[in-house]
């Protein structure tokens, strides 16, 4: 098995990593041979895996974008992957250059790699955690954003893998509720809706793979996805098929609803 110096102790190199398969579709090089096993599998039953990759990734700089000219300049990106091109830091920071940006991650490997990418960077930072452990991201987060100021929860590609077993819908309404009015929610969602008869076999193919990782495929319906705004104000054009927000470039299709929401501002 492969070994390098910038690999934590405590990665498990024997398993594939949903993180690091992602870096794998965007064409990456932060994963390893295991992952790559996994990552060709999935791309042999749905040969668009890297497209819908992109695609993800260009609504995350979308929304970024949206939420800068809105007047944001703090992020906290939960599930924010391994660092490739176009991440949060440096689409905010070229528009603004004092936004800040607490990445968080469950995944070693992306946290190791973030921070080493972020280590003369005094505004953004990563750390190790699962955003299901809400108390302890808040902590971290209150140290290095501003809680009396609107904050952006990125939630990008990363609730998917959150089973409805851990109750996403609580964890999501918690963040909510820590944070103060004006603040914002970005989400995409891998869904089944759109998702021909005959390709659901394929579908349940990809799960048993995703299954094999840390972080097993939980894909949910349009509406159980809409039901993560709850108390939040969605902006145009609601949540909608991933292509369909604010499209600036031809993205391919992928089975993914998205939606940017605002906390309302008591009175406003």
Known sequence: MEQASWVPASVDLDRPSAARMYDYFLGGSHNFAVDREAAQSVERIYPGMSGAARANRSFLRRAVRYLVEQGVDQFLDLGSGIPTVGNVHEIAQQANPSARVLYVDVEPVAVAHSNALLADNPLATAVQSDLREVDTVLKAARDVLDFDRPIAVLMVAVLHFVPDSDEPGKAVARYRDALPAGSWLALSHGSLEGVPRDGLQDTERIKAIYR??????????????????TGFDVVEPGVVALPEWRPDSDDAYISAFVGVGRKPIPGA
């Open 212 to 229: 094999r990782t840390d972080s097993p495929l939980a894909l949910r319906s349009h509406d159980e996805i809409e039901a993560f705004f």
